[in-house]
């Protein structure tokens, strides 16, 4: 079992798992088993009965290729990491222990930035890049967070914004961040929450969401209740 580049001619192979029979890539979907850090480097998972879920990165060498995130670390989900490219050259992913990383893309340089603990028990969900920092939200709670890289920049701006219900999904404009909850339609521009007016809807869960132009965007709804 390894890890191998190709350009369809020549391959070369990156890193070797001996004894690994079984070792899986990715999300063992062909799709999205590599995820893109930067312009030079890609990451991918790699499963092994030795180390369980681990992230490699690698910018196509085999001298470059190397653990991102080791598995004393923090266990790794199977599902598809994803990298938030801060302006302070900060990249941050999470882990299935609702767990913020920070990192440069070297083993020694990726931090814990902090645990998010209470009501978030379950998987993050809507990260987007807004002013230099990231936003998120829990899937099916009413929690909304934002981070800027640093343990005390990560932090809950509201929960259950304007008693709208659940945080459904983020779309990001040019100016604020559009925020569809169960119940309502916000605008958020880093500091204040804008409702929109909307019909009178109750219980909408919202799926499909598009951006149109730098400031409109749509989605479709369906009615629960």
Not at 18 to 35: H, K, M, Q, T, W
Not at 128 to 149: R, S
Not at 169 to 178: A, E, P, T, Y
Request: proline share 1%; net charge neutral.
């Amino acid at each position: 079992i390894g890890l191998f580049k190709t350009n369809g001619e020549e391959t070369l192979l990156l890193k070797s798992f001996p004894g690994e029979e079984n070792a899986r890539s990715g999300i063992f979907n062909d799709e999205n088993a590599v995820f893109k850090f930067n312009e030079n480097k890609f990451v991918t998972l790699i499963e092994t009965k030795t180390d369980g879920v681990k992230a490699y990165i690698s910018d196509g060498t085999v001298d470059g290729t190397k653990t991102l995130h080791d598995a004393s670390k923090g266990v790794l989900s199977k599902s598809p990491l994803e990298f938030y490219n801060l302006d302070n050259n900060v990249t941050l992913y999470t882990d299935k222990n609702k767990r913020v990383w920070a990192t440069d893309g070297t083993q020694e340089g990726t931090k814990l930035i902090k645990t998010l603990s209470g009501s978030n028990s379950r998987k993050i969900h809507s990260m987007t890049t807004f002013n230099n920092k990231v936003y998120f939200g829990f899937l099916f709670t009413d929690d909304f967070w934002e981070t800027d890289g640093t343990e005390s920049g990560t932090k809950s701006l509201f929960s259950n914004i304007n008693s709208d219900g659940n945080v459904q999904g983020v779309i990001k404009r040019d100016n604020d961040l559009v925020i569809f909850t169960q119940r309502g339609i916000h605008l958020f521009d880093g500091t204040n929450t804008t409702k929109v007016n909307t019909p009178d809807i109750t219980n909408i869960n919202y799926f499909g969401f598009k951006r149109i132009d730098n400031n409109s965007c749509t989605n479709k709804a369906k009615k629960t209740s």
